[in-house]
């Protein structure tokens, strides 16, 4: 595949997402995954196992830094040669507003227009998926249409009401599309994953029209109009998804990982996903520790006990003290004998000795990043 026949935009989030305080100091593209993973680095992996080395990303100004932080150079995504090109464009308009200002398509138009790329794919962050985009593209090429999108058939309890549901014909292509009604009579649903495939001279021309408007649209808000008027065709997807827009959903996208199926599901052998490299000592497992189904990253030290959790990098678990079905970022420390039950513990938080932490499974808990726990906590 010819590396500049294809150009990428790379976007974070549409709509307002209920992420607790996960999203007071980050973007939903930095949030971690299984681990040692940001969300963002999935989508990234799909261009670079695509060849794409034509990136632009777009991003809201507030809390950009950790995007910045995680991306560096892209060297790990094929982004960092002589001849890739990867942009961050940064927008000041509030995250849950539809509507953008005159910045936004400045700098998307801009880099369409000198990307001089025949094919232009647009995919975001809050969509949890590894897919093989050469697939997309060899389809949306033997199609009439000047743009394909990408579906997953859910249940109604996975999709949020900024999701955008597809009525599509029995030849595979967009009749109409609507934001989804959690009222709604069904049980499966065709949702938009918000993955287009457009030709880039044609793209080029909508957006012109749409910087235009008074109040011009942010660009999957336009792409999924364009996909219902000109009859895009809807490529199925079948494998592994998770749609992002809630703590549960994000606390169960990470519960799922310790599932077998749905883990291999996701981590295909042949769609390798590529993260920030940090060269660390493995996590030790000391005598008195005791794990079960959990995954951990490295650099970790483990002395107490461990079920149903996922772990990040260079966290310390102290000796008595119990972790259960929870989410720990980097750098936690949960002090002796202090008991962690489904919760979404973030980034430096200490634990203090013989506190408990006790959420559900249906509401984990979340606990701010860098707090200091000194009393119990239980919902």
């Not at 709604?184 to 749409?210: H, K, Q, Y």
Request: proline letters at 3%; a negative charge; glycine letters at 6%.
């Amino acid at each position: 595949m010819k590396i500049d026949k294809y150009s990428a935009i790379l976007g974070n989030t549409v709509g307002f997402h209920d992420m607790s305080s996960l999203t007071n100091h980050r973007p939903v593209a930095s949030l971690p995954f299984g681990g040692k993973y940001r969300l963002i680095d999935f989508p990234l992996s799909s261009l670079a196992n695509a060849g794409i080395r034509s990136v632009f990303g777009i991003f809201q100004q507030d809390n950009i830094s950790s995007v910045f932080d995680h991306i560096r150079s892209g060297r790990e995504w094929g982004l960092s040669t002589l001849l890739s090109h990867y942009y961050l464009g940064i927008y000041n308009t509030r995250v849950e507003s539809s509507t953008v200002g005159d910045e936004y398509y400045d700098q998307l138009l801009t880099y369409l227009r000198r990307s001089g790329s025949n094919q232009t794919v647009a995919l975001n962050c809050d969509v949890l998926i590894n897919i093989d985009l050469n697939q997309v593209f060899h389809l949306h090429n033997t199609t009439e249409q000047p743009i394909t999108v990408v579906y997953k058939k859910l249940h109604k309890e996975n999709i949020s009401d900024v999701n955008s549901i597809l009525e599509i014909d029995e030849s595979d292509h967009v009749k109409s599309h609507k934001l989804f009604d959690p009222k709604s009579d069904g049980e499966l649903f065709n949702m938009s994953t918000d993955i287009f495939v457009a030709d880039t001279p044609w793209l080029i021309e909508r957006l012109e029209e749409e910087a235009q408007k008074e109040h011009p649209q942010k660009l999957r808000y336009v792409l999924r109009d364009l996909a219902a008027q000109e009859g895009a065709f809807a490529y199925e997807y079948t494998g592994y998804l998770a749609n992002i827009y809630s703590v549960e959903s994000y606390y169960q996208a990470n519960k799922d990982m310790l599932e077998s199926q749905k883990f291999y599901s996701l981590f295909t052998p042949n769609q390798k996903i590529y993260t920030k490299v940090k060269n660390e000592e493995p996590t030790y497992y000391a005598p008195s520790s005791k794990v079960s189904r959990s995954q951990f990253a490295s650099g970790s030290i483990v002395r107490g006990q461990v079920f149903n959790s996922v772990v990040s990098r260079n966290t310390d678990i102290s000796e008595g003290s119990s972790v259960k079905d929870s989410i720990l970022f980097p750098r936690v420390k949960v002090g002796k004998n202090a008991v962690v039950e489904y919760a979404i513990v973030d980034k430096s938080v200490e634990i203090a000795e013989g506190v408990v932490i006790r959420g559900t499974a249906e509401h984990p808990v979340v606990v701010r990043k860098g707090e200091k726990v000194t009393e119990d906590i239980i919902s």
